[in-house]
T-cell receptor, first 112, second 111 residues
Framework: DTAVSQTPKYLVTQMGNDKSIKCEQN?????MYWYKQDSKKFLKIMFS???????INETVPNRFSPKSPDKAHLNLHINSLELGDSAVYFC???????????FGPGTRLTVL | KNQVEQSPQSLIILEGKNCTLQ??????????LRWYKQDTGRGPVSLTI?????NTKSNGRYTATLDADTKQSSLHITASQLSDSASYIC??????????FGKGNQVVVIP
């Protein structure tokens, strides 16, 4: 009964490939997020969706495209992967009006 | 600029000792502030939330303080345990559901 789950946990791929990371939450939250954590452990928000609508889009290359088929899912698709995309990507969710975010276990992406 | 600065970047402490982590924020308008603990290989987990009117709050051996005038917060760990080894991240919430992350304090507790 994991609250926020991500798949896969590890992803190793070649430069130029397209890959997706999936996220699901079973907390009934209406807001979901994607974060990127670099090698220096700095967490940076990428996107935020509320009720399937994009509400935060930080300065992220348009190779990154989030997709929210429903409130419980927020997937991240990355086109034409680059070496600099290597990082740990965290999904999180929260209930609107309450800013405590619940994070998933992370997906470690390595681009070769 | 809306940002959060944390210090020290990293520290090593002996098991059983206390330590204090600092967080300075410059966000506006300030809403509240959270401390998260991130164990290696895991996602961050919320430890405590500090609102504008709260000065201190405890969660077990963790005690957070907030000084809204000086825009500073601290996290004090009492009688540290090996399981306290982690990164502690300060997050300030402001404006319309915006947030600013600190870079974290890396704590290593040694026996």
């Amino acid at each position: 009964d994991t609250a926020v789950s991500q798949t896969p946990k590890y992803l190793v791929t070649q430069m130029g490939n397209d890959k997706s990371i999936k996220c699901e939450q079973n907390l009934g939250h209406d807001t979901m997020y994607w974060y990127k954590q670099d090698s220096k452990k700095f967490l940076k928000i990428m996107f935020s969706y509320n009720n399937k609508e994009l509400i935060i889009n930080e300065t992220v290359p348009n190779r990154f495209s989030p997709k929210s088929p429903d409130k419980a899912h927020l997937n991240l698709h990355i086109n034409s992967l680059e070496l600099g995309d290597s990082a740990v990507y965290f999904c999180a969710s929260s209930q609107q009006g309450r800013n405590e975010q619940f994070f998933g276990p992370g997906t470690r992406l390595t681009v070769l | 600029k809306n940002q959060v600065e944390q210090s020290p970047q990293s520290l090593i402490i002996l098991e059983g000792k206390n330590c204090t982590l600092q967080c300075n924020y410059t966000v506006s308008p300030f809403s509240n502030l959270r401390w998260y603990k991130q164990d290696t290989g895991r996602g961050p987990v919320s430890l405590t939330i500090m609102t504008f009117s709260e000065n201190t709050k405890s969660n077990g051996r963790y005690t957070a303080t907030l000084d809204a005038d000086t825009k500073q917060s601290s996290l004090h760990i009492t009688a540290s345990q090996l399981s306290d080894s982690a990164s502690y991240i300060c997050v300030a919430f402001y404006g319309n559901n915006r947030l600013a992350f600190g870079k974290g304090n890396q704590v290593v507790v040694i026996p």
